[in-house]
């Protein structure tokens, strides 16, 4: 997502966690637990479920209406950080004129997750219209240089989503499928940047312990 001048004086509300209850007021949370079928078609696996989300809508000038994975695959996901805080990030997917959203958002304080594009839908997150077209973008709250927003809760609820999406898809848990906003062809994005722990964001993806949130 593109930089914006930060707004420190709403990392307390965004820490309290009350902030983000009171966007949310009025929308409807949603807690879709997949399964995927065998190549065989006769039998089923178990598949992640997803975490608990909840429906911010993206302004619809900012995202293209569609019917994935029929119209487009859907073989990867793009990992992002945001540049704001979680409110000033949802006021510009809300805003019409910003022609910027993306599927998911998660906050740093506790993990929250808005949902603010349906993954049917193709979200403009990755300035590429390929990859827009054949991706999942997560946007993180929080700013590359600041190693600080990317918390635990950040780290498990994110890659419990991930996880899920993969799943739904058949996307590869690797890094050839999960990838940074700054690995997409063309981009001049540099996010999630270099202090973003992969190793330890792609050991949660496959199922590794959540590191214990310290006191």
């Known amino acids: 997502m593109e930089a914006h001048g930060r707004t420190p004086t709403r990392r307390a509300l965004l ?12 929308l409807a949370a949603t807690a879709a637990t997949a399964t995927t079928a065998h190549a065989d078609g006769r039998r089923r696996r178990r598949v992640a479920a997803y975490p608990p989300t909840h429906w911010i809508p993206a302004s619809t000038s900012n995202y293209r209406v569609s019917s994935r994975p029929t119209s487009y695959p859907i073989d990867f996901i793009v990992i992002h950080v945001t540049q704001e ?8 997917f809300q805003d019409p004129a910003k022609q910027v959203s993306t599927h998911y958002m998660v906050a740093s304080a506790d993990g ?5 594009v349906r993954e049917k839908d193709v979200a403009w997150h990755a300035g590429n219209k390929d990859y827009n077209n054949r991706s999942i973008g997560i ?3 929080g700013w590359v240089d600041d190693p600080k927003w990317f918390t635990d809760e950040m780290y498990a609820s994110s890659a419990a989503l991930t996880a899920a999406v993969c799943d739904r898809y058949g996307i590869p848990k690797n890094r050839d499928h999960i990838i940074g906003h700054v690995e997409v062809p063309g981009t001049d994005h540099t996010d999630p ?6 190793d330890r964001y792609m050991r949660l993806v496959n199922g590794g312990s959540r590191v214990r949130r310290q006191v």
Do not use: C, N, V
């Open 139 to 141: 946007e993180h709250e």
């Open 112 to 116: 929250y997750i808005g949902q603010f």
């Open 15 to 26: 820490r309290s966690g009350a902030y983000l209850a009171t966007a949310a007021t009025g």
């Open 193 to 198: 940047g270099p202090l973003w722990d992969w």
């Open 85 to 92: 805080t979680f409110p000033d990030a949802m006021k510009i």
